[in-house]
Nanobody, 118 residues
Framework: QVQLVESGGGLVQAGGSLRLSCVAS????????MNWYRQAPGKQRELVAG???????NYADSVKGRFTISRDNAKNTVYLQMNSLKPGDTAVYYC????????????WGQGTQVTVES
């Protein structure tokens, strides 16, 4: 029943910034851990950042110090602020709502393209 819609992707020069948003429908958003993944062509999907229902954050080593994940439960939205972008950040970015408890939730968004040019 939960659906996720990402936005904010686009083309940016190296060193620039983008802010991704993911808006969730449904009433279970506040119960879910929220994550951002990315997948580049020919590569496996990887976890970029996550935030728990209580606000604890974690990041992939490759983005620490550059990316910040946050959530606004009142708006059913999770954000990914991306600064100092590199060409290696080019990928399709997906948000994911995940809760292994009750209710069980595992929902992916459709993805948004981020392209960083040299």
């Amino acid at each position: 029943q939960v659906q996720l819609v990402e936005s904010g992707g686009g083309l940016v020069q190296a060193g620039g910034s983008l802010r991704l948003s993911c808006v969730a429908s449904g009433s279970t958003f506040s119960l879910s851990n929220m994550n951002w993944y990315r997948q580049a062509p020919g590569k496996q999907r990887e976890l970029v950042a996550g935030i728990t229902r209580s606000g604890s954050e974690n990041y992939a080593d490759s983005v620490k110090g550059r990316f910040t994940i946050s959530r606004d439960n009142a708006k059913n939205t999770v954000y990914l602020q991306m600064n100092s972008l590199k060409p290696g950040d080019t990928a399709v970015y997906y948000c994911r709502a995940l809760n292994y408890g009750y209710p069980y939730v595992d929902v992916w968004g459709q993805g948004t393209q981020v392209t960083v040019e040299s």
